[in-house]
C-alpha cells in the first residue's frame, strides 16, 4: 500500500493508521542487528544536529537496551532549549538508570550557569552535586531566607584547605560582605591551607586576621612550616602568657615536629618530651610522631636510640612502622633481627602470608639454608595458598605448586535473572559497540547493590560475553578468588601467542603483565596516563616503535590490542635483554623504569638474595606488582599446561 496518498478522508485516516501501525510492528520485528545498525545511525544523526532523522530512528529503534541513550545524547545536545517537562519525563522514565544522573548533573549545570534557582532548587541532589553545584544551591537557598542553616552549610564549602572552583565565588564574596567569616574560621582554613601546602591561598586568608593574636599564630605557623627548627620556641602559641590549646595548635606543633625528624631527629625528639608536657596529645597525634621520630633517628645513624624509642611506644605505633624495620634488617641481611621484628607484630600480622615467609625464610638464612622442621611446617602452609609466598614456599620444598581452584557456585536460573535486569542489558549492548567506559559505568550502577551471589553471577554473565574486566572486577567485589579460570583468562590469546613467539618471551609471562596492568581492560587509562592492556606510556610506546620499525600513529593507537600487544611485548623484552634475562629485574623496569632498578641494584651491591631484594623493594607499588606478576604467570602456566617454575635457578641464586 502507498503510504503517502488517498482519495477521500476516511480512506485517509485508514491508511495513516496502517502505517503507522505498520511502523510499529516494523519496529517490534527487528532484528538485534537492524537495531544494532539503527543505534549507530541515530549517534550520527545527533551529532550531525539532524532532528527529523533522530526523530525517526528513535521512533523506530523499538525496545533496543540503548534507545534510552539516544534519548539521552539528543536532549543532551539541546538541553538550553530544552523545557523542564521534557527532562521531568526522561528522568521519570529511566530513574533506575545511570543516564538519570548523568543528565540531572548536566541539567543542574544548565540552570547553573543560565542563573534560574527556582528551577535549580527543584532538581538538586547533594548526592551527585559537584561542589560548584553545592556552592549554587547553599547561594540560593541564602538569597530565599534559607536561615542559619544555609549560611552554615556555606561555610563549610569554604572552611577547605584548598582552593575551590569559580562556581564558588558569588557564595563566598556574599559570605564575606555580610561579615560570615570570623578570624576564627578562617584560621581553621589557615592552617589547613598550610598543612596541605597550599601557600597561595593561605597567603589570600591572612587578609581575614584583624587582631594581633592571629597575625602572630599566622607568621609563626608559617614559619614552623618553612623552617620546622622554629618549633623549639615554646612560646610560639601563648596567647596572654597562656599556651593556646585547640585543634589547629596542635596540628601545626605535629607538623613542624614531624618535618624537623627528617631533618634532625634527636632535636625533634627533645622538643616532642617538652611539648607532652604543654599539650594534650591524642593517640593519632602521637602515633604520626614516634613513626617519623623512628625513622628519622633511624636514617641518620642513631639506629639503637630509634630501635630502643620504638619498642618504649608499641603499644602506640601501627602495624605498618614494624613491617618497616622488618624490611630494614631485612635490607642489611641481619636474619636474627629480622626474626625478633616479626616476633613482635600483632598475631593477625605475623600470620599474614608475607611474614609467616619471612619468619621462616629469616630463620634458614640465619641457619645458613638448614631446612629445619619449624621452617618446615611454615612453608607446607603457605605451599597451599596461590600466592607468590606460596609459590616460593613451593620452590624451597621441591613440590608442585597448588592452584587451590574452587568453582564459582552459579546456577543456569541466576544467570537468566540476572540478565534481564535492564542495566545488564544495556551494559552488554554498550560492550558491542566498544562504548567500554559507558559500560562500566551502567554496570557499576546497576550492580552497586549486589549480595556475593550476585556479584559471582555477573562475572559468569561477564565472562560469557567475553568482557574479562568486567568478570574479574566482579569477582573482586565478590571477593571470590579462587575460580582461576574466570579470574585469569586467556584473553586476545592468538596475539598473544604470535608475539611471545616472535620475542622469545615467554606466552604466560605476557598474559600475567596484561593482566596485572589493567585487568585486561583494553581501554584502561592510568592517571599518569599509561594506556591499554599492557599500560605503556605514550613516549614509551613511540621509542619502542622506532626502536623495531613498527608503524605506530599515536596514543590511540594503544587502545588497540594488537599494537598494544605489539610494542608492550617488545618493551618488555628490551628489559629481559637489559637485566640479562632476569624476571624479577625486568618485571620491576616495567613497572618503574629501568633506571630506578639499576639504582636500587646499586644500592644494595648484589648482598641480598633474590626474595629479599623483592621485599625491600622502595616503591610498595612495584614490590607487589613484580610478586603479583611472578605469580599471575605461573597460573596462566597452568592454564597452558606448561611445568615452567615461577623463577630459574640462576633467578634464584643470583645475589642482587
Not at 456 to 464: C, D, F, P, R, V
Request: hydrophobic fraction near 35%.
Amino acid at each position: 500500500m502507498d503510504c503517502h496518498t488517498g482519495k477521500n478522508a476516511l480512506f485517509l485516516s485508514i491508511t495513516l493508521l496502517f502505517c503507522l501501525v505498520s511502523h510499529i510492528s516494523v519496529a517490534k520485528t527487528l532484528s538485534l542487528d537492524e537495531q544494532r545498525a539503527l543505534y549507530r545511525a541515530g549517534k550520527i544523526a545527533i551529532a550531525k544536529h539532524d532532528e527529523s532523522e533522530t526523530r525517526r530512528i528513535i521512533a523506530n529503534i523499538g525496545d533496543y537496551p540503548l534507545a534510552p541513550y539516544l534519548e539521552y545524547l539528543w536532549l543532551s545536545d539541546r538541553l538550553r532549549q530544552a523545557r523542564n517537562s521534557e527532562v521531568d519525563d526522561f528522568l521519570t522514565r529511566h530513574k533506575d538508570s545511570s543516564l538519570a544522573r548523568r543528565l540531572r548533573y548536566r541539567w543542574l549545570e544548565t540552570l547553573r550557569s543560565g542563573n534560574r534557582p527556582e528551577a535549580f532548587l527543584k532538581y538538586y541532589q547533594p548526592e551527585s552535586a559537584t561542589t560548584a553545584q553545592q556552592c549554587y544551591y547553599q547561594l540560593t537557598r541564602i538569597r530565599g531566607d534559607g536561615g542559619d542553616n544555609a549560611i552554615t552549610d556555606a561555610i563549610q564549602l569554604w572552611n577547605v584547605g584548598k582552593s575551590q572552583p569559580k562556581g564558588c565565588d558569588r557564595l563566598f564574596e556574599l559570605l564575606i560582605k555580610n561579615n560570615q567569616i570570623t578570624e576564627e574560621i578562617a584560621w581553621q582554613r589557615y592552617t589547613a591551607a598550610v598543612l596541605n601546602h597550599q601557600y597561595q591561598l593561605a597567603r589570600y586568608l591572612q587578609r581575614f586576621f584583624i587582631s594581633d593574636k592571629f597575625q602572630q599564630l599566622a607568621r609563626n605557623f608559617y614559619q614552623v612550616d618553612r623552617a620546622p627548627k622554629t618549633i623549639g620556641n615554646y612560646q610560639l602559641f601563648q596567647h596572654q602568657g597562656k599556651f593556646l590549646e585547640n585543634e589547629e595548635i596542635h596540628a601545626i606543633v605535629i607538623h613542624g615536629l614531624t618535618h624537623l625528624a627528617r631533618q634532625d631527629a634527636v632535636i625533634a625528639l627533645k622538643h616532642w618530651n617538652r611539648y607532652q608536657q604543654i599539650h594534650t596529645f591524642t593517640d593519632e597525634q602521637k602515633t604520626e610522631v614516634i613513626s617519623d621520630l623512628v625513622k628519622g633517628l633511624y636514617s641518620q645513624e642513631h639506629k639503637k636510640v630509634a630501635d630502643g624509642y620504638l619498642l618504649e611506644n608499641l603499644s602506640l605505633v601501627e602495624p605498618e612502622l614494624l613491617e618497616w624495620r622488618a624490611r630494614k634488617a631485612m635490607r642489611e641481611s641481619n636474619w636474627d633481627q629480622l626474626h625478633e621484628w616479626i616476633a613482635r607484630m600483632p598475631e593477625s600480622l605475623k600470620e599474614e602470608d608475607r611474614w609467616l615467609y619471612w619468619r621462616a625464610r629469616s630463620s634458614e638464612l640465619a641457619q645458613g639454608s638448614i631446612l629445619s622442621t619449624d621452617n618446615d611446617s611454615a612453608y607446607q602452609v603457605l605451599s597451599r595458598g596461590r600466592s607468590f609466598y606460596g609459590f616460593m614456599a613451593s620452590e624451597w620444598l621441591g613440590i608442585d605448586y597448588e592452584m587451590a581452584f574452587r568453582q564459582s557456585p552459579v546456577t543456569s536460573e541466576d544467570m537468566e535473572r540476572l540478565s534481564k535486569l535492564p542495566g545488564l542489558q544495556r551494559t552488554r549492548e554498550l560492550i558491542f559497540h566498544e562504548d567500554y567506559i559507558s559500560a562500566r559505568r551502567e554496570w557499576y550502577h546497576t550492580s552497586r547493590n549486589f549480595n556475593q551471589q550476585q556479584w559471582i553471577t555477573a562475572a559468569h554473565i561477564a565472562s560469557q560475553w567475553q568482557w574479562h574486566n568486567g568478570a574479574i572486577t566482579s569477582f573482586i567485589n565478590a571477593g571470590f578468588w579462587d575460580d582461576i579460570n574466570l579470574r585469569f583468562p586467556l584473553a586476545f590469546r592468538d596475539v598473544f601467542y604470535n608475539h611471545a613467539k616472535a620475542t622469545g618471551v615467554p606466552v604466560y609471562l605476557l598474559f600475567a603483565v596484561a593482566r596485572q596492568e589493567s585487568a585486561l581492560a583494553q581501554d584502561a587509562q592510568s592517571p599518569a596516563g599509561a594506556r591499554g592492556l599492557m599500560q605503556l606510556m605514550p613516549a614509551t610506546a613511540k621509542q619502542t616503535a622506532r626502536k623495531n620499525s613498527i608503524r605506530y600513529r599515536g596514543t590511540r593507537d594503544l587502545l588497540e590490542p594488537e599494537i598494544n600487544i605489539t610494542l608492550g611485548s617488545r618493551y618488555y623484552r628490551e628489559m629481559l635483554d637489559r637485566f640479562d634475562n632476569n624476571r624479577i629485574l625486568a618485571t620491576a623496569a616495567y613497572n618503574a623504569g629501568p633506571h630506578r632498578v639499576t639504582r636500587w641494584l646499586e644500592d644494595t651491591q648484589g648482598k641480598l638474595p633474590f626474595d629479599a631484594w623483592i621485599e625491600t623493594i622502595p616503591f610498595r607499588e612495584t614490590r607487589n606488582y613484580v610478586q603479583n606478576v611472578l605469580a599471575f604467570s605461573m597460573v596462566y602456566a597452568h592454564h597452558l599446561d606448561s611445568d615452567d617454575r615461577i623463577l630459574s635457578e640462576q633467578e634464584k641464586q643470583r645475589q642482587l
